[in-house]
């Protein structure tokens, strides 16, 4: 048996080989919480309280991945975005806060009376499922290549009762029917292949999810190619990118005919999202 203050101590010294002291002990802390389903106020409240050898094996288990580098969202298997929690997977990528950023700029630029919304590359569900959920009245269609991602992708859908999203697998847009969209949201994988962020923490995270081509171009060159087909006069197109991709990417949507081209900076100031219109 051993105390909850003691564990806790334990696995703070741990992390603090690799992290902060500040970030070790919020992460040995939300590892604790975790798996005795508690919040902060009870590990504060108990701090001695007798932990069962089981849940102290756990949390020894628990410590070691997140020593190893693993994020903290796979080693407790779910993430907060947009106020909602998302279950993820190896299979599927840690939806970001800058993402969000992505919801935004979309509920912002559509009105409420928008039919039908496409998103591309849905991973976890996180966009469609914060679209679902502020506008219950828009009929949206996300799909993803990874069937793995998928299935994350229903549990998610359903675990937040989410009755406008249809969700199914697609290379891109060949398994769309052929209709047009009032709006084509994506983030899509676009790190360069030979990228040294592939060396950090986000080694975890699957390559096709993050990696496209030389350049990270590649999927959204193809999108801004097709995207057109499937969306309806004066339809909107919006995703996210790397924050030093923003002027290719108009030089190819310019090159497509699209219109009213802008980016928007994220709150790091960072160009992150760019729209224009069929
Ligand atoms: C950057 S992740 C975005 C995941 C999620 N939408 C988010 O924002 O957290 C890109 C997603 O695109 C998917 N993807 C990659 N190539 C694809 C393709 N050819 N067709 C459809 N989806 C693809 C990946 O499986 C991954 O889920």
């Known amino acids: 048996m051993q105390s909850i203050s003691a564990l ?83 299979d599927t990528l840690i939806p970001r806060p800058e993402t969000e950023f992505l919801v935004e700029t979309v509920l912002n630029l559509l009105p409420i009376t928008t039919q039908s919304i496409l998103e591309l590359g849905t991973g976890t569900g996180a966009i469609a499922c914060a679209l679902a959920s502020m506008r219950p009245e828009w009929q949206i269609q996300a799909v993803d290549v990874s069937d793995k991602a998928l299935q994350i992708a229903e549990h998610n859908i359903n675990d937040h009762k989410l009755k406008n999203i249809r969700c199914y697998a697609s290379n891109w847009f060949d398994k769309i029917a052929p ?25 975890y995270e699957p390559r096709l999810a993050l990696v496209s081509g030389e350049t990270g171009l590649d999927a959204l060159t193809y999108i801004i190619e097709h995207a057109k087909k499937y969306l309806k006069p004066k339809g909107l197109l919006c995703f996210e990118h790397g924050f030093s991709q923003a002027r290719e990417l108009h030089a190819l949507l310019h090159a497509s005919q699209y219109q009213n081209i802008h980016t928007v900076k994220d709150y790091a100031g960072l160009d992150r999202i760019t729209y224009a219109y069929c």
């Not at 902060?20 to 939300?30: G, K, M, Q």
């Not at 798996?35 to 756990?58: F, G, I």
């Not at 084509?184 to 990228?195: K, L």
């Open 8 to 90: 806790l101590q334990w696995g703070t010294e741990e992390l603090s080989r690799l992290y902060s002291p500040e970030d070790a002990y919020v992460d040995a802390c939300l590892l604790l919480c975790e798996l005795l389903a508690v919040d902060k106020s009870y590990l504060y409240a108990w701090p001695d309280k007798q932990l069962s050898a089981s849940v102290a094996l756990s949390y020894r288990g628990a410590i070691a991945r997140r020593k190893q580098g693993e994020p903290l969202a796979y080693v407790i298997g779910h993430k907060e975005f947009w106020s909602m929690r998302f279950t993820v997977s190896e």
């Open 179 to 203: 209709m047009q969209f009032d709006a084509i949201v994506s983030n899509p994988p676009y790190v360069e292949s030979n990228s040294e962020y592939l060396q950090t923490e986000i080694r």
